[in-house]
C-alpha cells in the first residue's frame, strides 16, 4: 500500500472510530448521567495510564524492529507477550495496593469495579504491543482493522445492553474488561496468520528494545499524563460528576486533535527520509502553516458552536462543559503546531530536551490544578492544560528555531505557495487533471 493510501485509510479509520466513540460516549451519558460517566472515566483513563507506564516504549521499539529485522518478529511476539503479561500483573497489584493504602484518593470509585478494571490490564498490554507489530509489518489494513473491531462490538454491546434494560456502571466495567480479553484474543490471531511464534524469553533482545524506545517512552508517558492528569484531579477535589461533565469537553479536543496527530503520523517518514536540511525545514514550515490555518477555522467553529451542541447532543446536565472547552481551545490549537513540528526534530533523533519539557508541562499543570480548581471549578482545569501546553510547545519551537534557524514569522504566517501546494495535492488526490504550470 502507498504512504498516501495507507494515511487515507489510517485517517478515515480513525475519524470513523472516533465518531463511534463519540456515540458510545453520548448514549452512556444520557442514560448514566454526569456521575455514572464520570466513574467510567476514572477508571478508563487510570488503566490507560497504567497501560501507558507498562509499554515501556516497546510500540516504538516493535515498531522499528519489526520492519528492519523481518526474521525476529517471532521473539518480538514473545517478549511482547511476556512483558505485557509481567507488567499487565505488576501495575494491577500496585494500584489495588495504592487503593487499599489510600482509600480517599479514589474515594468515590467502588473497590469490586476497581478490580475488574485492572485485571483487565495484561491484556490490554498485549493487544497495544501487538497491534504495533502489524505496524512494523507494514499490515496496514490489520492494523486498522482492529481498531475498527473494538469500537464496532463496543458500541454494539452498548446498543445491547440498553435494550436488555441491563445498562449499568458495574455491568459497563466488565463488558470493557471482557472485550480487551477478546481483543488480544484476535489481535494475536492476525499475528499468527502473518508470522511465525515463538514462546522463548529472551533477555538479551528485550534490553536492545528496552536501549531503543527508552525517549520514546519518557516522551510519550509524559505527554500522555499531561494530556490525561485533569481527570484525577477534578476526580480528587471536586468529585465524579464535573469528571464526567469535564470529560466531554476534553472528547472535543480530542477529535479536533486527532487532525495534527494523523498529519504527524504521515509527516514523520517523509521527513526522515529527506537528507537534505533545508528542504526537510521547508517542508516542515509549510506543513505547519496548512495546519494551523486549519485548524484556527475548526477551533473557532467549534468554540462558536459549543454552548448549543454540547447541550443538544449529550443533555442539558452536560451544558458547563462548553466554558471548558472554549478554554482548552487555545492550547489544541498551539499544540498542532507542536504536533507537527516535533516530526522534524524527531526525523534525525528525539532530543532529551523534548521529555524534559513534558515534564516541565505536567508538573506546571498539576501546581496550577491544585490552585485553581477548588476556586473556579473544570474550568480552571481547561485554563491550566491550554498554559500547560502552550509552555511546551514554546519549547519545542525554540529547539526548532535553533536548529533551523526559521523565524516565528516562517512557521506562522500563511503563503501563497501553501494555499497553491495544497490545492494541486488534494487533485492530484482526487484524480482531477492538472494544468501545465499549475
Given amino acids: 500500500m502507498s504512504l498516501l493510501g495507507g494515511f487515507l485509510q489510517t485517517m478515515g479509520t480513525r475519524v470513523f472510530c472516533l465518531a463511534v466513540t463519540v456515540a458510545a460516549s453520548v448514549l452512556t451519558a444520557r442514560l448514566l448521567g454526569p456521575e455514572g460517566k464520570g466513574i467510567l472515566t476514572v477508571l478508563g483513563t487510570l488503566t490507560a495510564t497504567l497501560a501507558q507506564f507498562g509499554n515501556l516504549g516497546l510500540t516504538a521499539a516493535n515498531v522499528h524492529f519489526a520492519a528492519q529485522r523481518p526474521g525476529e518478529r517471532p521473539q518480538l511476539a514473545a517478549v511482547s507477550l511476556w512483558v505485557a503479561a509481567g507488567m499487565g500483573a505488576l501495575l494491577a497489584g500496585l494500584a489495588l495496593a495504592v487503593s487499599v493504602w489510600r482509600p480517599d484518593l479514589l474515594s468515590e470509585i467502588p473497590l469490586s469495579l476497581l478490580v475488574v478494571a485492572v485485571l483487565s490490564l495484561p491484556f490490554l498490554l498485549a493487544s497495544q504491543l501487538l497491534q504495533s507489530l502489524l505496524l512494523g509489518m507494514e499490515a496496514i489494513p490489520a492494523f486498522n482493522l482492529l481498531d475498527v473491531f473494538r469500537t464496532v462490538v463496543g458500541l454494539a454491546v452498548l446498543v445491547v445492553l440498553a435494550g436488555l434494560g441491563w ?139 459549543g454552548p448549543w451542541v454540547v447541550a443538544w447532543v449529550w443533555g442539558a446536565a452536560f451544558a458547563p462543559a462548553w466554558v471548558s472547552l472554549v478554554l482548552l481551545l487555545p492550547g489544541v490549537w498551539i499544540l498542532t503546531l507542536e504536533n507537527v513540528v516535533v516530526m522534524h526534530l524527531a526525523a534525525e533523533r528525539l532530543p532529551l530536551a523534548i521529555p524534559v519539557l513534558w515534564l516541565s508541562g505536567l508538573l506546571l499543570n498539576v501546581g496550577l490544578n491544585l490552585w485553581w480548581l477548588p476556586r473556579l471549578g473544570p474550568a480552571g482545569a481547561a485554563m491550566t492544560s491550554s498554559i500547560a501546553y502552550a509552555a511546551v510547545s514554546v519549547g519545542v519551537f525554540w529547539l526548532f528555531q535553533r536548529r533551523t534557524g526559521a523565524g516565528w514569522a516562517a512557521l506562522l504566517v500563511p503563503r501563497a505557495e501553501d494555499w497553491r501546494t495544497l490545492t494541486r495535492r488534494l487533485r492530484e488526490t482526487l484524480g482531477v487533471r492538472v494544468p501545465a504550470g499549475a
Fill in 167 to 305: 445498562f449499568t456502571v458495574a455491568a459497563l466495567v466488565w463488558t470493557s474488561s471482557l472485550l480487551a480479553v477478546l481483543g488480544a484474543a484476535v489481535t494475536w490471531g492476525l499475528i499468527r496468520e502473518r508470522s511465525r511464534m515463538a514462546w522463548r524469553f529472551a533477555r538479551g533482545f528485550l534490553r536492545e528494545m528496552l536501549g531503543y524506545g527508552m525517549v520514546f517512552f519518557l516522551n510519550n508517558l509524559l505527554a500522555f499524563l499531561l494530556l490525561k492528569s485533569d481527570y484525577f484531579l477534578v476526580n480528587s477535589l471536586l468529585g465524579v460528576r464535573e469528571v464526567g461533565v469535564y470529560s466531554v469537553a476534553v472528547q472535543i479536543a480530542d477529535l479536533l486533535l486527532l487532525v495534527p496527530a494523523t498529519v504527524a503520523t504521515l509527516l514523520f517518514p517523509r521527513l526522515s527520509a529527506i537528507a537534505d536540511t533545508a528542504e526537510r525545514t521547508r517542508m516542515c514550515l509549510q506543513c505547519a502553516r496548512i495546519t494551523a490555518g486549519a485548524m484556527a477555522v475548526g477551533c473557532a467553529l467549534v468554540g462558536g458552536l
